[in-house]
């Protein structure tokens, strides 16, 4: 029995040398997670997703929602010219938009909680208010928030902007539980994504100031504003000095959002001045939205060993 057995591997062998056949090769990243794979690629709905070999055109397939190729290129092609160079580099932000769309449309409508003859927009507006309506701020936060932000708010009583507060808290709480909510969704969701595409666009989505800094073996600080926003230019001096402080150990970029929108809305920037510190590893760490004082910033820098 053993005798035939070598035979058969030899003739495999020969088979494979004479014929010129490779062996299957198995890719490592396939069944991976895109976290696992391009750790930080994602940070919402696909996160979780698996890589895996899709018929060729196909680039999502989840418990029959299908999106491909051509999909994401007609929404390239519809999307604003001065977007759209930037766009081009982040096809896989259409790719997670259209996802997180397809399956909040499908949960929105499975809760029986909205109307059937609202359009998918629609009905994830109603569905989404109705999850979050509950979400509030406390008085002790309100005041909390008032004492950090002094440098910015400056002399104002604190009754005359205790409702532009609220509201700013009760916005901030809102969209921490609409990014855990969908990565949670990600999680429960069979997703799979097509590997080789995300190879590509990963490529391409890394050719930015953001990841080359928190890709490059040390911490970051990303401060993502404009100018003419005045907590933002508020940061300008600090950024200079941290510079200074630090020109070996830390990186420290600035993103102008109304130039780099695409780059913003890929990183979840809707408010600015918005900071974001990286450890030498390239993960987040911390992120603060308003101005920043520079001791604040300091007890950051400290915490990822930035002396």
């Known amino acids: ?21 490779s062996p299957v090769q198995c890719d490592p990243n396939e069944s991976k997670t895109i976290e696992q794979a391009y750790p930080g690629f994602s940070t919402s709905i696909l996160k979780s997703a698996k890589l895996h070999m899709i018929d060729k055109g196909i680039v999502l397939d989840a418990s029959g929602v299908k999106i491909t190729e051509s999909q994401i290129d007609e929404t390239l092609k519809s999307a604003d010219q001065d ?22 449309a499908r949960n929105a409508r499975s809760s029986g909680a909205v109307s059937k003859d609202l359009s998918d927009t629609e009905a994830i507006q109603v569905y989404l208010n109705n999850k979050f309506k509950d979400i509030k701020a406390s008085e002790d936060e309100e005041n ?76 970051t600080m990303i401060e993502f504003g404009a100018t003419g926003c005045i907590p933002c230019d508020m940061m300008q001096p600090i950024l200079e000095n941290l510079r200074k402080k630090f020109p070996e150990s830390l990186n420290v970029v600035f993103v102008n959002v109304r130039e780099k929108q695409i780059l913003g809305t890929r990183f979840g920037i809707d408010t600015i001045p918005q ?23 300091l007890k950051q820098l400290e915490r990822l060993g930035v002396r």
């Open 1 to 21: 029995m053993t005798r035939y057995i070598w035979i058969s591997i030899g003739f495999v062998i020969i088979f494979i040398t004479y014929f010129n056949v």
């Open 83 to 104: 977007i759209q160079e930037e766009l081009s580099k982040n096809l896989f932000l259409i790719l997670e938009q259209k996802a997180m769309m397809a399956v909040l």
């Open 144 to 219: 909390a928030f008032y004492k950090d932000n002094k440098d910015m708010i400056g002399d104002t009583p604190f009754e005359q902007v205790r409702e532009a507060i609220n509201e700013f808290l009760v916005q901030q709480k809102k969209e921490a539980a609409f990014n855990a909510y969908l990565l949670e969704l990600g999680e429960k969701e069979d997703i799979l994504v097509n590997m080789d595409w995300i190879k590509a666009q990963h490529a391409l989505a890394m050719d930015n100031p953001v990841d080359k800094a928190r890709m490059s073996g040390k911490p």
């Open 275 to 297: 900071q974001a510190f990286y450890d030498k590893n390239g993960t987040e760490v911390f992120r603060h939205i308003g101005f920043y004082a520079e001791a604040e910033v």
